[in-house]
């Protein structure tokens, strides 16, 4: 239940799909490329299940390899089968094509990354006044950080499925709740409450554990696995079997929903001077930040 429903509904906060969702025509565009997509998906899908298949039942010694696959070898199917099962023109237009793939998802997720947190957390947050040229300079310096940690996470983490379901976990836990109130609770979330649920939810994400990255759990759930070793030898990092992703992804639902109530009963009894994130969504009433787009009655300007 906890990876269907993280599969399910952590695809929907990804960018890629609500940025064109929110741009469609009508909804009924919408509706019809989330279908399509759906099927695109699936068929995409296809020929790296066909790959897996034909790298699994092939014998390799009989090859230009000569050796047997491993276990750490399973990762490389692709680039196995392209490099030794396909004509040379086949293998160097392959490997070529995923190469540039590859390079090119990886810029522009650094890029679109950088971006929306200069533009949505430091400039929208923390530093309203600032020029376009420090935002700039914010900008380049937040993608030589992003591509540090990107960096380092492909050298320690060792599976691509891994860092996608990752990924995934932490839009569903992170940003789901989020995008759902926004859409249709908009007047019932803050800043505040944004901020405090974010922040609880990922906190606990983190002490539950992740075996992708190496590391165990500190908080343990009901069920927790603990730590052992495989056939190999190997050390298997301890894992949750409760559910523990969709308490997370409920649990930013209650706190930002209950932040952002006592946010509004605070700044409707204190001096908006005070409110540092105003919020002109909170609801009907007037907030600083209403108040500045419009004249000094704070009306709004036509």
């Known amino acids: 239940v906890d990876y269907a429903l993280m599969m399910i509904c952590g695809g929907i906060p990804w960018q890629a799909y609500f940025q064109r969702v929110l741009s469609s025509r009508d909804y009924k565009v919408a509706r019809f490329l989330s279908f399509a997509a759906s099927f695109g998906c699936f068929a995409a899908a296809i020929p790296s299940v ?46 070529g094509a995923v190469s540039a793939a590859v390079m090119s998802s990886t810029d522009s997720s650094i890029l679109g990354v950088s971006t929306m947190f200069t533009r949505n957390v430091f400039t929208e947050v923390f530093y309203k006044n600032a020029s376009d040229k420090f935002s700039l300079w914010f900008l380049r310096a937040t993608v030589v950080v992003n591509t540090c940690i990107a960096m380092l996470i492909a050298i320690l983490v060792k599976s691509v499925y891994g860092l996608y379901l990752i990924c995934s976990d932490l839009v569903f836990i992170l940003l789901f709740p989020h995008l759902t109130l926004v859409v249709h609770f908009p007047r019932r979330t803050n800043r505040y409450g944004m901020i405090a649920g974010f922040g609880v939810a990922f906190f606990l994400r983190v002490l539950a554990g992740e075996p992708v990255l190496k590391y165990n759990a500190v908080l343990k759930y009901p069920y927790y696995e603990e730590p052992t070793t495989d056939e190999y030898g190997d050390y298997q990092y301890g894992y949750q079997k409760f559910p523990f992703r969709i308490l997370c992804m409920l649990i930013n639902f209650v706190v930002t929903l209950g932040v952002s109530y006592l946010a509004e009963l605070v700044f409707d009894r204190v001096p908006s001077l005070l409110d540092y994130l105003p919020s002109p969504d909170l609801s009907g009433k007037e907030t600083p930040y209403m108040k500045a787009s419009g004249d000094e009655d704070g009306n709004e300007m036509k």
Do not use: C, H, Q, R
Not at 64 to 89: E, S
């Open 50 to 95: 066909v790959i897996g298949l034909i790298t699994m039942n092939t014998d390799w010694e009989s090859t230009a390899l000569n050796a047997a696959l491993t276990k750490p070898d399973y990762k490389l199917a692709v680039p196995l089968t392209l490099l030794y099962l396909t004509p040379p023109v086949v293998s160097f237009i392959g490997l």
